[in-house]
T-cell receptor, first 115, second 111 residues
Framework: GAGVSQSPRYKVTKRGQDVALRCDPI?????LYWYRQALGQGPEFLTY????????KSGLPNDRFSAERPEGSISTLTIQRTEQRDSAMYRC?????????????FGPGTRLTVL | EDKVVQSPLSLVVHEGDTVTLNCSYE??????LLWYKQEKKAPTFLFML????IEKKSGRLSSILDKKELFSILNITATQTGDSAVYLC???????????FGKGITLSVRP
């Protein structure tokens, strides 16, 4: 497809389980960003990559959260030992340009529910 | 800490009205301000502003940035019901170029 895709679109898991959320950016896009969006709030920055290099992970809430983009294209956000407070919409965005030189295009998000 | 504040938080207007949505920001090493429209799916890009005083237009929507007073406005003229959405403002800056989003403004346009 032409846009950013994310999978799964919905994920329900039990507390304590690990989850992996996938992002397929627009082909050729250099930068890839992960956000978390709570209901009624704007997206909150988690981490971002230029190509395969993770540039900033200061927004990751704690060490249960990690992300990778090994070949500079698809990225995976992993949450270990999920907790109920992790429930949110997780959004991915990509940009043709590095470092805020151009607009970011968002994917449809993964709605994570931790029971 | 970087901060983006949008106002009002919500707005109800009638078709044909003109609306102005406000966004103020405090961001270290500011580089750009972006506006997005979010309906039920992903935010869709509207404008990116980097220079003060230069209006960007797209149809009935326009936006301008004031880097001295640290704010931006998004104007929508002759509103239509299809303009109903949450409008997000985001400011980009800092050493590692992250976007800080506001909470969004919920616009409802009544027929």
């Amino acid at each position: 497809g032409a846009g950013v895709s994310q999978s799964p679109r919905y994920k329900v898991t039990k507390r304590g389980q690990d989850v992996a959320l996938r992002c397929d950016p627009i082909s050729g896009h250099v930068s890839l960003y992960w956000y978390r969006q709570a209901l009624g709030q704007g997206p909150e920055f988690l981490t971002y990559f230029n190509y395969e290099a993770q540039q900033d992970k200061s927004g990751l809430p704690n060490d249960r959260f990690s992300a990778e983009r090994p070949e500079g294209s698809i990225s995976t956000l992993t949450i270990q030992r999920t907790e109920q407070r992790d429930s949110a919409m997780y959004r991915c965005a990509s940009s043709f340009f590095r470092d805020l030189s151009g607009e970011q295009f968002f994917g449809p998000g993964t709605r994570l529910t931790v029971l | 800490e970087d901060k983006v504040v949008q106002s009002p938080l919500s707005l109800v207007v009638h078709e044909g009205d003109t609306v102005t949505l406000n966004c103020s920001y405090e961001v270290t090493n500011f580089r750009s301000l972006l506006w997005y429209k979010q309906e039920k799916k992903a935010p869709t890009f509207l404008f990116m502003l980097t220079s003060s005083g230069i209006e960007k237009k797209s149809g009935r929507l326009s936006s301008i940035l004031d880097k001295k007073e640290l704010f931006s406005i998004l104007n929508i003229t002759a509103t239509q019901t299809g303009d109903s959405a949450v409008y997000l403002c985001a400011a980009g800056g800092g050493a590692n170029s992250k976007l800080t989003f506001g909470k969004g403004i919920t616009l409802s346009v009544r027929p």
